[in-house]
């Protein structure tokens, strides 16, 4: 990654924009063929729609004019009102809203989009990132098993790229709000804010945390043994959840929700989902299944995915539209796919043939040459100079581009080389054909 003064905006060089194209067309490919339809929303929402969703307003950038902010005396500018989106679940569900009349439900859509928050960077984190978002939502109701279907979407998706197997963690909201009913925890919502912090403070930040709000005792104890319950076996689930001896409709509603997601997808992707009771998604509109997920060696960057079922974060005072979804930081995982690194780019550019130049009086044959390679879809460059021909090859090489095309003099034919292997054979580009694998950059994972 380029080196910027400003820190928490990531700008790839070729190589690493190359990995996050390749990312992107492949979320975007599984998306698809699992019948989600793309959207894209505004850059910006009024204020008063973004910090709906909760305690946000530290993570707003607010819209401004130049001339506006210079003459504060001034009568406040519609602008002023405005903030750029921090997430896509808030634009979105006002797009629902906005066009509910227009829209088929249950509607499926994955948004693919940057997005801004103010908080500090650090290792992926940024205040300027991509992030792909897929959700369902219905109108009015909105059937279990689509809980059970994004996760394994997004799965398919993520596993299909050339990283470290990933795990979808889930949990079910009911199922924790359940225990701390049978318990007798009333400030349900300081347990989950408690449990949802786990992974970052551990048992004893938690437990802490949760006598800090007037949890303790036994309550804490059985609190911190539910949030240890971790297995991809729905039977070990229901039966250490048992031995804490509680019970109760909506704990029983919910276990029976995640036993189903987990049967389910251990029957559709064998070992990719495990129940994590520690998940608790403390923002207030989950309500049902949440999701977070890790990728194998490589959980110290925390979740790359997390996301879960809401019952009335879209509304219009009329109709409620529930939905799930789940969201992929893409900036946070091409991060580390860059700096740790798990992948690399065959080449630096899209280009797979450079078109030698003789001499600068035979230029317009190279651009001629070219056009008709690029005719028939093949990428190609033509060397900037009539240099010799070794630097012209250096041009190439440095970039990673396979192949080098040389013009014949006085009647003599094409001949194309690859510079990989130093084979130079005849060639004419209306004919020559690239090898498939050469066509576009290769994305390898890197093993050594």
């Not at 992107?24 to 490919?29: A, F, G, K, P, S």
């Not at 437990?207 to 076996?233: K, W």
């Not at 992707?269 to 990728?295: C, F, H, N, Q, W």
């Amino acid at each position: 990654m380029a080196r910027t003064s400003l820190s928490g905006f990531p700008e790839w060089l070729p190589a690493g924009r190359i990995i996050e194209t390749h990312v992107l067309d492949e979320l975007r490919r599984v998306f698809e063929l699992h019948g989600f339809a793309g959207i894209e929303t505004r850059a910006v929402e009024t204020l008063e729609q973004l910090q709906a969703k909760g305690e946000t307003s530290k993570e707003i950038y607010v819209l401004d004019r130049l001339q506006a902010s210079r003459n504060p005396g001034a009568k406040a500018s519609k602008e002023r009102g405005m903030g750029l989106h921090f997430d896509l679940t808030v634009p979105f569900a006002r797009y629902v809203v906005e066009n509910a009349n227009d829209l088929d439900f249950p509607f499926k859509r994955y948004q693919i989009q940057k997005v801004w928050r103010g908080e500090r960077p650090q290792e992926g984190r940024f205040r300027e990132f991509t992030q792909a978002d897929i959700d369902v939502v219905g109108n009015g109701e909105l059937p279990f098993h689509f809980e059970v279907d994004l996760p394994l979407v997004m799965a398919e998706a993520l596993n299909n790229l050339p990283i470290p197997p990933v795990r979808v963690l889930v949990n079910n909201r009911k199922v924790v709000q359940g225990v701390c009913e049978s318990l007798g925890v009333t400030d349900v919502e300081a347990a989950l804010r408690g449990l949802d912090k786990i992974d970052k403070i551990g048992p004893e930040g938690v437990a802490s945390e949760l006598a800090d709000s007037g949890i303790a005792g036994e309550q804490a104890s059985a609190l911190l043994r539910m949030a240890q319950i971790r297995s991809a076996d729905s039977e070990e689930v229901r039966s250490r959840l048992g031995e804490l001896g509680v019970r109760g409709d909506l704990l029983e509603e919910g276990l029976g929700e995640l036993i189903r997601l987990l049967d389910t997808a251990n029957a559709r992707m064998p070992g990719t989902v495990l129940a994590d009771l520690k998940i608790a998604r403390g923002l207030d509109y989950y309500t049902g299944s949440v999701y977070e997920s890790e990728i194998e060696g490589h959980e110290d960057l925390g979740s790359i995915c997390s996301g879960g079922r809401y019952d009335s974060l879209a509304k219009d005072g009329k109709r409620t539209y529930p939905g799930v979804g789940l969201s992929i930081g893409v900036s946070r995982l091409v991060s580390r796919m860059i700096s740790a690194p798990m992948v690399r780019s065959s080449r630096k550019v899209p280009t797979a043939v450079v078109v030698a130049v003789t001499n600068e009086a035979q230029r317009e044959r190279s651009e001629a040459i070219a056009a008709s390679l690029r005719s028939r879809g093949i990428s190609t460059d033509v060397a900037p100079s009539a240099a010799k021909f070794g630097k012209q090859i250096k041009f190439a090489d440095r970039r990673g581009i396979p192949y080098v095309w040389f013009p014949g003099e006085e009647g003599a034919p094409d001949t194309v080389k690859d510079i990989r292997s130093g084979e130079q054979v005849e060639a004419d580009p209306s004919t020559w054909t690239i090898a498939a694998a050469d066509a576009r950059p290769a994305i390898e994972k890197v093993t050594d």
